[in-house]
């Protein structure tokens, strides 16, 4: 059998009185996509945040590859392969899209005075390496997009915004990708054109997992492997699309009682 990516074994998130995760248990495995689920306030942003270090968690642990990143800085998770979008777009919308991209690049970047200032030879490769690069992972998602490098992010669609986020992420080449409500803001084409993107980019990226948060049923029920679902900060029922969707607990949560 296939090893974890990601273990979360009583994973916790207090703040004062409130319980945002309660003793979560959690498994992604790689090349996997699994979508989170759940009622809003059920502490699947939450689970985002603990896992890439925004908070630090109560209890319980996170084990990535093999390795405890439970007390890490979110730098150190970013360095150790993780990344993440976020519901709310966190693009530099004035800067280019390419500095936009190199944002997410600073892991693979070198920064050292003396080679930016002496080495200008390499400094030059290095730039031109990291714009064929994002030119071509841009490519992945839209070719047209691609031909646009170094116009400001204001310029595109909110589609082609989404798609820059989830390029940013991408370009460290991370091992393990969150997803945080991606088609957010987007029509129905549009969330259907970005998740054709995802699965592209999930078939172009063997060893890849992804986790998605999303409320378009049919979007999870398209695209992800798994699903957990999230009710009160506890994991309620876990499976395919088709055994979460027919779990009663499931159906309360999303339903209430009759």
């Known amino acids: 059998m296939t090893a974890p990516l990601l273990v979360c074994r009583g994973l916790t998130m207090r703040f004062g009185g409130l319980t945002a995760l309660d003793a979560l248990d959690l498994d992604v495995l790689p090349g996997e996509i699994l979508g989170l689920i759940g009622p809003n306030g059920s502490g699947k942003t939450t689970f985002f945040n603990v896992v890439t270090g925004v908070y630090a968690a109560t209890a319980g642990s996170a084990v990535f590859a093999g390795a405890d990143l439970t007390r890490l800085t979110a730098q150190a998770i970013y360095r150790a392969g993780i990344t993440r979008t976020f519901q709310r777009s966190r693009l530099a919308l004035p800067l280019s899209i390419f500095d936009n991209l190199m944002i997410g690049n600073h892991r693979r970047l070198d920064h050292g005075l003396a080679f930016n200032l002496f080495r200008r030879v390499a400094l030059k490769a290095q730039y031109e390496s990291a714009v ?6 841009l490519a992945t998602f839209s070719v047209p997009l691609a031909t646009r490098l170094f116009e400001p992010a204001s310029a595109v669609t909110m589609i082609d915004r989404r798609r820059i986020e989830i390029c940013r992420a991408l370009i460290s080449r991370p091992k393990l990708l969150l997803l945080d409500e991606p088609s957010a803001g987007m029509t129905h084409e549009e969330t259907r054109e970005l998740m054709d993107d ?17 409320h378009e049923m049919n ?14 900060g506890k994991r309620i029922a876990a499976g395919t699309y088709a055994e979460v969707a027919a779990d009663r607990d499931v159906q309360q949560a999303y339903l209430g009682q009759e």
């Open 132 to 137: 064929d690069e994002a030119r071509t992972l």
């Open 219 to 232: 979007v999870i029920e398209r695209v992800t492997d798994r699903c957990a679902v999230f009710n009160y």
């Open 198 to 214: 995802i699965l592209l980019v999930r078939g172009r990226m063997p060893g890849l997992g992804i986790i998605l948060i999303e």
